[in-house]
Structures are given as structure tokens and as C-alpha cells.
Antibody, heavy 121, light 107 residues
Framework: EVQLVQSGVELRKPGESLKISCKGS????????IVWVRQMPGKGPEWMGV????????RYSPSFQGQVTFSADKSISTVYLQWASLRASDSALYYC??????????????WGNGTAVAVSS | EMVMTQSPGTLSVSPGERATLSCRAS??????LAWFQQKPGQAPRLLIY???SRATGIPARFSGSGSGTEFTLTISSLQSEDFAVYYC?????????FGQGTKVEIK
């Protein structure tokens, strides 16, 4: 079974750093782009950008460029989303998803279970 | 950034009835359009890709149509498990963008 399993709920204070993970299984993880998606409470999803685990090629949506960092460890089929200094406005649900299709012009066919991030003093 | 506009915002439908959801792109996306279903507490689930192809395991009552800037998702006979929020999403242009969603609720 193709699966993406994400790390658990995170509670942090403003200014703290954070790294959340997404681990793939059931397919050749290194050969598919992974997308990160943000969903704020009561809102629709927002596409943050993509990473290719095979070589860590990364593309950020303009809205998220400089705000977050994607990374990958292909040896353990895992990608990461990290913040150097969290803000309250980063409180949201974060999903990873597999991109199916040609390069980064593909559709998201498998989604992770989501990681809830809450930032509050 | 491409804007995806969904209508209506909320659709009230009785079980067994047909539901028609619309999605408009601010510029042409060809057929690079997907539809997702999201229920409370769950991740979005892919229903349709390529504007009209059903994803694996999706019932035939879900169908998609359209190309360019105008798209439609039709649920032919609503079942209880279909009441949810539906999002369209374009993957033709960078960055990919979602519509704001249509909530399908029980009438």
C-alpha cells in the first residue's frame, strides 16, 4: 500500500524552530516529487512548494519562499518541512502529498495524514 | 498567481439528488485540473484528475468535465458519505492553486 505518514502534533512558542516529517512507503519514494500543503483553520489548502527526494531539488511557491525550508533524506524515504523561527500565523495543518505525473506539473494522488502545528505564547 | 473560483460556496442537496459544482480559472489551464473531497478531520482525497479521469477507487457517480477555464464536478446521486467540502485545483501553472471550496450539505 502506498502511504505517506507524517509526524505528530507540535506545540511551540513564537520564535522557536521546528522540523516536521513525512515518510513514504509502498513505492519508489525517490522518483516522485513531494508537495507540502498548508491548511489554516477553516480555510482551503495552499500549495507551499515541492521537493524531489532523489536529488533534493526544491521549488517554493512565492508566498512561502524564505519562510520555510524543505529537505529530504532519501535513505529513509523521508522529507522534512522546517521553520527557523515560528510565528503565531504559522499555526495550521500541514500535509505532504505525492505528485503524480510529468515533473512538477502533476496532480496530488496520495496524501499524508497531516501534522497540526500550534504556535502560541 | 492563477485564481480558481468555485461556485456556489454552499450547496444544499437531498440524498439521491444530483449535485453540480463549478470551478472557473482566471486563465486557461488546459485539462490540468483536479477535484478533491475533504471531510472534517481528514486529508483531502483525490477524486478527479485531468479534468475528467476518476482516480483509483472513486465511484462512477462522480464525474468531471470541462477544459480551459470552465470545469464542472457532478455527483449523480448523492450518498450520505458524499456530504463534504470539494476543492478544485489547477496544476498547469506555477504555483499550483486551489479554489476556495464548495460545501455540500444535507438539505
Amino acid at each position: 500500500e502506498v502511504q505517506l505518514v507524517q509526524s505528530g502534533v507540535e506545540l511551540r512558542k513564537p520564535g522557536e524552530s521546528l522540523k516536521i516529517s513525512c515518510k513514504g512507503s509502498g513505492y519508489r519514494f525517490n522518483l516522485y516529487w513531494i508537495v507540502w500543503v498548508r491548511q489554516m483553520p477553516g480555510k482551503g489548502p495552499e500549495w507551499m512548494g515541492v521537493i524531489y527526494p532523489g536529488d533534493s531539488d526544491t521549488r517554493y511557491s512565492p508566498s512561502f519562499q524564505g519562510q520555510v525550508t524543505f529537505s529530504a533524506d532519501k535513505s529513509i524515504s523521508t522529507v522534512y518541512l522546517q521553520w527557523a523561527s515560528l510565528r503565531a500565523s504559522d499555526s495550521a495543518l500541514y500535509y505532504c502529498a505525492r505528485l503524480q505525473g510529468v515533473s512538477i506539473r502533476g496532480y496530488m494522488d496520495v496524501w499524508g495524514n497531516g501534522t497540526a502545528v500550534a504556535v502560541s505564547s | 498567481e492563477m485564481v480558481m473560483t468555485q461556485s456556489p460556496g454552499t450547496l444544499s442537496v437531498s440524498p439521491g439528488e444530483r449535485a453540480t459544482l463549478s470551478c472557473r480559472a482566471s486563465q486557461s489551464v488546459g485539462s490540468n485540473l483536479a477535484w478533491f473531497q475533504q471531510k472534517p478531520g481528514q486529508a483531502p482525497r483525490l477524486l478527479i484528475y485531468g479534468a475528467s479521469s476518476r482516480a483509483t477507487g472513486i465511484p462512477a457517480r462522480f464525474s468531471g468535465s470541462g477544459s480551459g477555464t470552465e470545469f464542472t464536478l457532478t455527483i449523480s446521486s448523492l450518498q450520505s458519505e458524499d456530504f463534504a467540502v470539494y476543492y478544485c485545483q489547477q496544476y498547469n501553472n506555477w504555483p499550483q492553486t486551489f479554489g476556495q471550496g464548495t460545501k455540500v450539505e444535507i438539505k
